[in-house]
């Protein structure tokens, strides 16, 4: 039974932690990857104190000052929570459950789902939503890259600088990436594409083994042989597993107060996954601390809480 469990590993789910665990709070952490849209600026110059650097070498920061300060990290997708007489239990894809008194909400938009046999369960296990992120993982082995845009074909590219050999998978002929980006693709000799064909099932035992695809044209299925699939097919707001608990607005974002507070005693949330407005990497962080507060005073009863103007 942990105090609080933190669904989101981003700037409003991270910044939680540093919080909650300075309070002396037994925290864990559930995300399917860690950094979240903020992994996905390579430039970032406007979070205070830092200096110019890339997003996930700031999350990276923001991760280790959390587990610094105690909070442990599961890496998984969350995909049920239900009440309990004792506070909050949370089911991940995997099958595996966790058990808290006060839940806080940060994990902003999630990536797109393929919907496809085998993609929660091994979901880092080899199964990536982040080239960048986990990239060096697979060094001189075979992953395969899925989507059309710009984020899938230069994640494809960014791949065969250090893996072994990558397959890119659309459903289409043609690319909605930019051509002079696709054209560099085409030219690196260790890229295949797989074109006209769609993911039908992640296959493996432990870890990822291989990917099953189908072609849209001819019907054909097949079976490429991988280490790692990454998914680059784009993000979403997806509250539909917590909808039961808490109030959403037309947009599917999660309703609070100005304190992060739920439709939910006991549940809080913060960051994108909210209405906030300005989804900013500041902000965002800015919204797990207080959200964290909050938690921290209604696990004590008010007892606990902290003043404004003290740090």
């Known amino acids: 039974m942990y105090d609080v469990i933190i669904i989101g590993a981003g700037a409003a789910g991270m910044t939680a932690a540093?919080?909650?665990?300075?309070?002396?709070?037994?925290?864990?952490?559930?995300?399917?990857?860690?950094?979240?849209q903020t992994n996905l600026t390579s430039h970032i110059e406007n979070y205070p104190g830092t200096?110019?650097?890339?997003?996930?070498?700031?999350?990276?920061?923001?991760?280790?000052?959390?587990?610094?300060?105690?909070?442990?990290?599961?890496?998984?997708?969350?995909?049920?929570?239900?009440?309990?007489?004792?506070?909050?239990?949370?089911?991940?894809?995997?099958?595996?459950?966790?058990?808290?008194?006060a839940l806080i909400l940060a994990y902003g938009k999630v990536p797109k789902s393929l919907g496809?046999?085998?993609?929660?369960?091994?979901?880092?296990?080899?199964?990536?939503?982040?080239?960048?992120?986990?990239?060096?993982?697979?060094?001189?082995?075979?992953?395969?890259?899925?989507?059309?845009?710009?984020s899938a074909v230069e994640g494809a590219l960014e791949s065969a600088t250090i893996a072994k050999k990558v397959y890119l998978i659309h459903r289409r002929e043609t690319f909605r990436a930019d051509e002079i980006t696709v054209e560099k693709l085409k030219n690196s000799p260790n890229v295949e594409l797989v074109l006209n064909s769609i993911p039908a099932k992640v296959i493996g035992d432990k870890n990822v083994d291989g990917i099953a695809v189908e072609n849209v044209v001819t019907k054909e299925k097949k079976e490429l042989k991988v280490d790692g699939v990454f998914i680059e097919i784009g993000y979403v707001v997806d509250t539909s597993f917590v909808q039961h608990l808490v109030k959403v607005n037309e947009k599917k974002?999660?309703?609070?107060?100005?304190?992060?507070?739920?439709?939910?005693?006991?549940?809080?949330?913060?960051?994108?996954?909210?209405?906030?407005?300005?989804k900013q990497t500041v902000i965002a962080a800015g919204d797990g601390a207080k959200a964290a507060l909050e938690c921290y005073k209604w696990l004590t009863g008010g007892k606990g809480a902290v003043l404004d103007w003290t740090h």
């Open 51 to 101: 200096g110019p650097m890339h997003g996930i070498e700031l999350m990276r920061r923001f991760q280790d000052e959390a587990i610094g300060f105690g909070a442990e990290l599961v890496m998984g997708k969350a995909n049920k929570v239900d009440k309990t007489e004792n506070g909050f239990k949370v089911g991940l894809a995997n099958n595996e459950a966790y058990e808290c008194k």
């Open 116 to 150: 496809i046999e085998g993609e929660e369960k091994f979901m880092g296990r080899g199964v990536s939503t982040c080239v960048t992120c986990d990239l060096p993982l697979f060094k001189n082995r075979d992953v395969a890259v899925i989507g059309g845009g710009n």
């Open 253 to 278: 974002e999660i309703i609070v107060d100005e304190r992060g507070n739920t439709s939910c005693p006991g549940i809080f949330s913060c960051g994108d996954i909210t209405p906030v407005p300005f």
């Open 18 to 36: 540093i919080y909650t665990c300075r309070k002396k709070l037994n925290t864990l952490i559930i995300s399917i990857d860690v950094g979240g």
